[in-house]
């Protein structure tokens, strides 16, 4: 879906304004995490123990989503029986923002496990899609929202088709970590063999990052499929001799890397792409613009056309984390712990227009299926603090 004419104005005016500050978009003692954004970044979904609503009075993480042009905030998922019971946690929005999925998290018989539910924002409908036993599970949605990928740790991944309510057999074993592409025809995913990409058109699975590298994580796929980025402590070309945690981007139709940092052991976490893959987000203690001398872990974004940095976060103490952007990449959401100890917050910026453009777009979907072919070939399970 996308922005329109007065919402494209919006953002622009938002993105060149010099004194704009970033939107605290939760409050309250507890803590918020999973932010993540439609395309045109006018819907953010998160989830929170806070009772921002009046709605979460036992203080549960519930699902939210929140709409940026009434400024308001709805609460989708409601689990009762306090915070023993069960929570809610980890979603996704489908790109056209009709479509959340997310983890279900509930306690039974002395057990725990996870449940992936889905809920149709036009007619606010929620469905279960999984039953347990499934002591986890993640998943990941289309950009249509007709397609979810889901993990469970005893099956592996399914593919689960909204319109008829039914999944696939297993595409891949059961994995770390996942990221599906906008289309939905592309997997990328982190196993304990190293950093995997599947066509689910061809069935072909692409290596792309070795087992021989013994830190992999969070691999994010581009909304186009095109672009896939990760960190690991391999050396693809020659720039990484100290095995440091780099954050490394790689083309899909070229097979080629691109070493995006070359830190000296500052902590970096993967946040995302935009539809492209022209921007990357991203949270480190690296000071990579000159705007960090004092090491605090800020939020990123690199630009690979025109190779350079900037530093979206300056703040003194606190923590920042989990960046997302929207697929247009105008748009940011990311966590902040405001003090040690402090609930993290979520936030969320607008980022100026790329002056140069977008990345080309594949020549056709014969040459993005020759190039794959031509390659030949954790996220914790530990439920967060409250």
Known sequence: MKPTFLAAAALLACATSASAAPLQVTTGGYNSFGPALSADGSRLVFYSASDLIGGNPDHNFEVYVYERATGQTRQLSDSAGGILAGGNQTPSISGDGSRVAFQHFNVSGGYAYFQTQSYDLATNTLTTLTQPPGFFEQSAISRDGKRIAVSTDNLGVRLYDTATQTFSGVVAPWVLNMSLSGDGQRLAFETFSGVKLLDLGTGITTNVAPQSA????????????????????????????????????????????????????????????????????????????????????????????????????????????????????????????????????VFLDALAPQPHGALPEPASLALAVAGIAALGAVRSGRRPRR
Not at 253 to 259: I, N, V
Not at 309 to 333: C, K, P
């Open 214 to 345: 013994s830190f992999n994580e969070r691999p994010t796929l581009s909304a186009d499929g095109r672009t896939l980025a990760f960190v690991s402590n391999f050396d693809p070309l020659g720039q990484n001799a100290d095995g440091n945690r780099e954050l490394f981007s790689y083309d899909i139709l070229t097979g080629t890397f691109t070493q995006v940092t070359h830190t000296l052991g500052s902590y970096l976490s993967l946040g995302g792409l935009s539809g492209d893959g022209s921007r990357i987000a991203f949270s480190t203690g690296a000071d990579l613009t000159g705007g960090n001398g004092d090491g605090n872990t800020e939020v990123f974004v690199y630009d690979l056309l025109a190779g350079d940095f900037m530093q979206v976060t300056h703040t003194l103490g606190a923590y920042n984390s989990e960046a997302r952007l929207s697929e247009d990449g105008l748009s940011i959401a990311y966590l902040s712990f405001d003090l040690p100890g402090s609930p993290s917050q």
